[in-house]
């Protein structure tokens, strides 16, 4: 066993007796496990709206844009709204929903490792820095009493049953 | 704009002068931006090492679980070591690096995600918690100062020089 893995508990135990095939992380990556949709999610959270600049700006074709734009809207990461600019025909601006915020946890976690592990400065090209205080932004695996939680000390077990 | 997105700052707040060409969000797409690389590290979270766990838990062919476990060791997130079974020829196992530990954050993200807002029930199939105090385990985005940070609080701002 490795060192940096998890524990298994109860029935989960024998690793060999079940197979993860309910398992959120597929689930999750069913909707954002291109990359391509981690992109987008990306630009909206960098305020992107436009049909056009998403596709300018993560460098995909409008054929791709148009297609994961309509898979995360259709997945209820954005909704699609009508906006008018003057004297312009009605076009469509694609907004966060609470769906799609809740996702920045993991795209903001994507950050920072590739910051560190596969950019070739090992820094971020930007800061993250909270509005409130300044100090700098991390996505950090905490428990629900505030300790820091490393991998190893993780325990997965099966739910209580739920009468 | 959004209120859920980010503030853009200094001279990253005009959108239109910048692209994100050297985004590390990218980068670490480039590595495990896909669902099979994805589901192989959390296998790895899990204690699977061997090559047959690996391609059986996934649901993958040996084919892709040859390539991509071929790729995440050449990208420095597994390592292959030599092990013998006793009377067995010698095989390799796939064991954890700093480097894959390191991206937990991420995995554990997509499953908080994906158990609340993709799974049919919402919940979790698993419990996760801390094996120091029992708490139920999170990922949360904090800053420096302890601080919760919510995504409209983050502020992206052009790093200071180095000189």
């Known amino acids: ?12 135990a024998d690793r060999s007796a079940w197979r993860a095939n309910r398992c959120p992380i597929g689930r999750a990556l069913e909707v954002v496990g291109t990359r391509s949709a981690m992109l987008i999610m990306r630009e909206a959270y960098y305020g992107t709206t436009r049909f056009d600049d998403f596709a300018t ?17 259709d997945a209820g990461l954005l909704e699609r ?13 694609y907004r ?3 769906k799609g915020t809740a996702l920045a946890p993991v795209v903001l976690g994507l950050f920072e490792w590739g910051a560190k592990y596969v950019s ?4 971020p090209p930007v800061d ?9 932004v991390q996505v ?3 428990c629900e009493r ?12 099966p739910p209580p049953r739920r009468h």
């Open 140 to 142: 950090v695996v905490k």
């Open 57 to 73: 700006r993560v460098g995909i074709s409008e054929a791709v844009a148009a297609a994961r734009l309509r898979d995360l809207t």
């Open 146 to 157: 505030d300790h820091d939680v490393a991998l190893n000390e993780v325990i997965v077990s």
């Open 1 to 12: 066993m490795t060192n940096d893995a998890v524990t298994l508990a109860g029935a989960l």
């Open 120 to 123: 070739p400065t090992g820094r």
């Open 96 to 98: 966060l929903t609470d």
């Open 81 to 93: 709204r009508p906006y008018r600019d003057s004297g312009q025909r009605t076009r469509h601006e």
């Open 128 to 136: 993250l820095s909270h509005a409130d205080c300044g100090a700098a």
